[in-house]
């Protein structure tokens, strides 16, 4: 769809979730319903007032009974005149009381509004910016109550109003220093008195900050991939097992027991992770085996954490230690830039915790880790003994820290606009920095960071973009 286009166009659909529910709704938008307003409800509506009402089809044969609500422009959710019918949450119901709409419509062009239309419709009509609409999807797809919360302070504003207050700064600092670009003679002194540098460094803090806080959003809304790794029968489906607190794969004491991928959705602390069960990684001539370890390597080469699991029990066997050593660097060169890797050692309900954590030590030495400084993570899957440090540790390392303000819900789009003005900041310094600034490059330097804020709020977005966005609403919303 192209998001720009028929976008005058009256529109209508179900408003509520597809199945049976108590109360379902019929929603219509549109700059001027007050015809079909009368033509369906008999009269005009009292506005912003529930009225009580038969809807009959073309026959005048009875399609229920339910209230009739009219907001008038530009009073509504999208900013139009927006009719919502209240009837009772049937299928049938409701999609007799759509058609008797749409044919009723038929007069001022009423057509079936296709996903996100009323969302973007509230967008085009300034009702909220595009960091918001996008916070309406999240509202509806939150998977855990922190997301919610988090989804509802966006769409409250908490992500917009911070980057519109960064994106006014940039402004006038723009002003000012484009101002030197039309008055070459005023220049340099001009923005040494300005104290444009200072300006600056103090814009680059505040977007430090609300990076940090949007990169926290982020990872509240898109979860945290969690792969579990390691040599066969260290306990990798035990920990899954353990962590979903179900029998989901199957744990046995033969080696290379699990071949295909096992994964689950579970939460920790609000936070959405997805943790995925792998094949042992070894080298293998059984065929099936050997495909479900390429599917590990798959699966790490796509992780956002890798846990690599030890086996406590076998550490102190040579070969296992030494093909231990190989296969953890393998993983930690396969797992994507950026991904965190924590190491587990596990099975620690078999020897004393001295013992345990002499041989992690001795492990990490003989490797010239930099882990040897730490203890590491003692687990015991069959106890649970650390299982909740390993909870807390996982969230930790993917940058996780619950704020005190709590967080807002955002996407990856933001926290990659908001490092390109922060980059785009830097450089701003860096070239104030020069004992003979070039003022055009800083000024475009500060351009590019102020479109790239901009780009959050929607007032600079490709319509690909706003299709994109829309397109992956649900029809009704
Ligand atoms: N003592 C002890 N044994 C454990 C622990 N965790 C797992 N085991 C045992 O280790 C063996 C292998 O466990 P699995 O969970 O199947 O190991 P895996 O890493 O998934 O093995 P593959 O799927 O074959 O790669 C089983 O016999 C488990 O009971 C633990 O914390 N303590
Ligand atoms: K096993
Ligand atoms: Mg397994």
């Known amino acids: 769809m192209n998001p720009l286009a028929r976008q005058s166009d009256p529109i209508a659909a179900v408003a509520t979730a597809p199945g049976r529910g108590a109360v379902g709704i019929v929603r219509a938008s549109g700059q001027d319903l007050s015809a079909l307003v009368r033509a369906l409800c008999g009269r005009a509506l009292e506005p912003r ?69 009323f969302t973007q419709r509230a967008f085009l009509n300034g009702k909220l910016d595009l960091a918001q609409a996008e ?22 504003g908490e992500l917009s109003n911070r980057v519109h207050a ?12 484009e101002a030197t670009l039309d008055f070459p003679e005023e220049d340099i002194d001009f923005i040494r008195a300005a104290g444009v540098a200072a300006r600056v460094q103090a814009l680059e803090a505040q977007v430090a900050e609300v990076l940090a806080r949007t990169r926290q959003g982020a990872l509240l ?8 790794a390691g040599q066969p029968n260290v306990g990798k489906s035990s920990l899954l097992n353990a962590l979903a607190g179900a029998e989901l794969a199957i744990v046995t004491d033969v080696p290379g027991t699990t071949r295909d991928r096992v994964s689950q959705a579970i939460q920790i602390g609000g936070v959405p992770l997805h943790i995925v069960d ?29 846990l690599f699991l030890h086996d406590l029990t076998r550490l102190e066997s040579p ?9 953890a660097q393998a993983v930690a060169g396969h797992a994507p830039r950026g991904a965190t890797l924590l190491h587990v050692w596990n099975k620690s309900d078999a020897l004393d ?10 492990f990490a030495a003989a490797q010239a880790w930099d882990e040897a400084a730490q203890p590491g993570l003692l687990l015991s899957t069959r106890t649970q003994a ?16 619950a704020l005190p303000e709590g967080v807002f819900l955002a996407r990856t789009r933001h926290v990659q606009a908001l490092a390109g003005c922060a980059e785009h900041l830097q450089t701003a310094r860096r070239l104030l920095g020069a004992s003979c600034p070039a003022l055009d490059l800083l000024a475009e330097e500060l351009r590019l960071a102020h479109q790239d804020l901009m780009a959050i709020t929607g007032e600079v977005t490709a319509d690909a973009l706003l299709g994109d966005i829309f397109g992956r609403f649900c029809i009704g919303k």
Do not use: M
């Open 319 to 327: 070969a296992y230690a030494q093909a231990e050593a190989q296969i």
């Open 221 to 228: 809304r898109e979860g945290i991939r969690v792969v579990l």
């Open 353 to 362: 915790e001295a013992e345990a954590r002499k041989r992690c030590r001795d």
């Open 49 to 117: 007032h529930a009225t009580l009402l038969t809807f009959r089809d073309a026959q005048n044969g009875i399609i229920d009974t339910g209230l009739a609500l009219y907001f008038p422009a530009p009073h509504s959710y999208t900013g139009e005149d927006v009719l919502e019918l209240q009837v009772h949450g049937g299928p049938v119901v409701l999609h007799l009381l759509l058609g008797r709409l749409l044919a009723l419509g038929r007069a001022i062009g009423l057509r079936a509004a296709e996903p996100g239309e």
């Open 278 to 306: 792998t094949a042992g990684l070894r080298e293998t001539s059984d065929t099936v085996e050997s495909i479900g370890v390429a599917r590990s390597w798959d699966a790490i080469a796509e992780a956002d954490a890798v």
């Open 386 to 401: 650390g299982l909740d440090d390993l909870r807390q540790a996982l969230l930790a390392a993917c940058g996780w820290q």
């Open 135 to 156: 916070a309406v999807a999240d509202l509806i797809d939150a998977t855990t109550e922190t997301a919610a919360r988090g989804a509802g302070r966006a769409l409250a």
């Open 166 to 177: 960064l994106a006014e700064a940039l402004r006038e600092l723009r002003a000012l220093v």
